[in-house]
């Protein structure tokens, strides 16, 4: 994270490892508890300002984190702290370290608004404005753990079907379809039951829903525009077979792979890499239907990827509005009359969600917006915002439009 890297491209690494519970724990909590940790830390050090070592205060970070959270031993977090630096090579700060860990006072109350909600101001001010009445529980629910929500590949069975075959020890809660479910007690990705066999694939309950939403009809031509890492293109060929899905990705890596991933499962998908606000990748027929499940600041999923809070800036969210909008309008082209199309976004922000859609149906005369109704979803001026929920789905927007005949 701190140098410019994925959260879970880093850790994936560690998926093997003796002590994975150990190094998720320690690196998801330093991140969900980032500002109140540096307050805490800028307190305790002499002259803060004077620790630019991102190694270091990497370190002290995890042991305050230690100290404050997991309530480990204070000689271990600060023997092992000291241990730490020194096998990073940061032998100078083997005191500090000592000192700065052993001076640190748990007592601290967080002052600033950041420290208390655990999260950049810019988004606290920007969920204030937006959901007055619960942008304090919003954040506060964006400091749990989201729990493990799983989907069943439908082409093995159902929820029922993968209990009766694997699950006998699972305690579990089932979704909002007979595909979903969500594990009690999470389980490192090694040891779910028949996962390696693709009969699961991990995926967040309110993700899961877009499949249901688009509903595509047996030999429509579907297209899923930003398509990678292809959680969702596989679920919409699991669920139907009978569709010609084309799915595209700007991340010719990620196309590649999941080119790979669709040959191996033997799943029909037309998979290539390419822009989707340009139509050098179409071949020139009109899909009946599009998911356009757009790039976007991801601030519904922070439970999951807390490095957000701490990297995304308010800038990179204009910046991001600026292409979706983009992305709709091009896309918009190769819908077919009376075709639909789905819009989705992982963030929470207004200016990525309605504001892009409203913008497209002012200047877009041949655009009309379609109910939709997801339980847990509250209406916007368009489409429908779900926000996340303790123990449930991460926060996502739906926007159907259907385009006019004539
Ligand atoms: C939210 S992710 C999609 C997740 C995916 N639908 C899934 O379920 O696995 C957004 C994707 O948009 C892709 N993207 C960004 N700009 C794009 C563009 N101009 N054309 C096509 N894809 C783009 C990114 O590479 C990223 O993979």
Redesign the pocket.
């Known amino acids: 994270m701190v140098a410019g890297s994925h959260l879970q491209d880093v850790l994936a690494e560690f998926d093997s490892h003796m002590h994975r519970g150990l190094i998720y724990e320690i690196t998801f909590g330093v991140l969900r508890h980032w500002f109140s940790l540096n307050e805490l830390l800028d307190r305790t050090l002499d002259q803060p300002r004077r620790l630019n070592n991102t190694l270091t205060k990497c370190a002290l970070l995890a042991g305050i984190y230690q100290l404050a959270h997991m309530k480990t031993p204070s000689y271990a977090v600060v023997s092992e702290s000291v241990r730490v630096v020194r096998q990073l090579k940061q032998r100078w700060a083997t005191g500090l370290v000592n000192a700065t860990l052993r001076n640190c006072s748990l007592d601290h109350r967080p002052s600033s608004a950041s420290a208390v909600h655990e999260a950049p101001r810019w988004l606290i001010q920007a969920l204030q404005s937006e959901h007055p009445d619960q942008w304090s529980t919003l954040l506060r629910t964006l400091r749990t753990r989201a729990p493990l929500a799983l989907r069943v590949n439908a082409r093995r069975g159902d929820v029922d079907a993968y209990v009766a075959k694997f699950g006998s020890g699972l305690s579990l809660r089932t979704g909002f379809d007979s595909y979903s479910f969500t594990l009690a007690k999470p389980l490192p990705r090694s040891e779910l039951p028949a996962h390696s066999e693709r009969w699961v694939t991990i995926q967040d309950e309110t993700?899961q829903r877009a499949i249901s939403i688009l509903d595509p009809r047996p030999h429509d031509r579907v297209l899923?525009?930003?398509?990678?890492?292809?959680?969702?293109?596989l679920q919409l060929a699991e669920r139907h077979p009978d569709i010609e899905l084309v799915s595209?990705?700007?991340?010719a890596s990620?196309s590649a792979w999941l080119d790979q991933e669709c040959t191996r499962l033997g799943v029909a998908a037309n998979v290539s890499s390419?822009?989707?606000?340009t139509l050098d990748w179409w071949d020139g027929e009109m899909f009946d239907r599009i998911?356009l499940?757009?790039?976007?600041s991801g601030t519904g999923t922070l439970r999951r990827h807390p490095d957000i809070k701490i990297h995304r800036r308010p800038a990179d969210v204009d910046r991001v509005a600026r292409?979706q909008s983009e992305?709709l309008r091009n896309l918009w082209r190769t819908l077919k009359p009376g075709g639909t199309l789905l819009y989705t976004t992982?963030s929470i922000l207004e200016r990525e969600n309605q504001c892009v859609v409203e913008a497209f149906l002012e200047c877009t005369s041949s655009a009309e917006s379609a109910p939709l109704s997801v339980a847990e979803g509250c209406s916007r001026t368009v489409g429908q915002l779900v926000l996340p929920q303790e123990g449930g789905g991460d926060g996502f927007y739906f926007c159907l439009l259907t385009k006019t005949r004539d």
């Open positions: 993700s899923d525009a930003c398509a990678a890492p292809g959680i969702k293109s595209i990705d700007v991340d990620a390419g822009d989707a606000t998911l499940d757009a790039p976007c292409l992305l992982c």
